[in-house]
């Protein structure tokens, strides 16, 4: 299985950007696709998830609504749009392929090789 992201950017703050996250060969049982990011500073923080059906979602609480997770299984392609950013959301954006919608990096079986991105004040 391979996981590539794609869309990372330097963007000022207020700004908006759509990561994608492609998937390839054989995922198995693992249906849900989460991201996560690694700030500059700090542990890797988890971000959204969603299941196979795109009906189940999971967001990080302190986003207050800003991201959107979304899928296209046609596509094998996983979506994060990012709107409002801040400075704080500077960090690689990994996106990852497990068994369940959940917030926990361990039960994602899955991971792609991150995109950077940074928000300027």
């Known amino acids: 299985v391979q996981l590539v992201e794609s869309g990372g950017a330097l963007v000022q703050a207020g700004g908006s950007l759509r990561l994608s996250c492609a998937a390839s060969?054989?995922?198995?049982?693992?249906?849900?696709m989460g991201w996560f990011r690694q700030p500059p500073v700090g542990e890797r923080e988890f971000v959204a998830a969603?299941?196979?059906?795109?009906?189940?979602?999971y967001y990080e609480p302190s986003l207050n609504g800003r991201f959107t997770i979304s899928r296209d299984n046609a596509k094998n392609t996983a979506y994060l749009q990012m709107n409002s950013l801040e400075p704080g959301d500077t960090a690689v954006y990994y996106c990852?392929?497990?068994?369940?919608?959940?917030?926990?990096?361990?039960?994602?079986?899955?991971w792609g090789q991150g995109t950077q991105v940074t928000v300027s004040s």
């Open positions: 990852a392929l497990g068994d369940a919608v959940a917030p926990v990096p361990d039960l994602y079986d899955y």
């Open positions: 060969g054989d995922t198995g049982s693992s249906h849900a």
């Open positions: 969603i299941g196979w059906n795109g009906a189940d979602t």
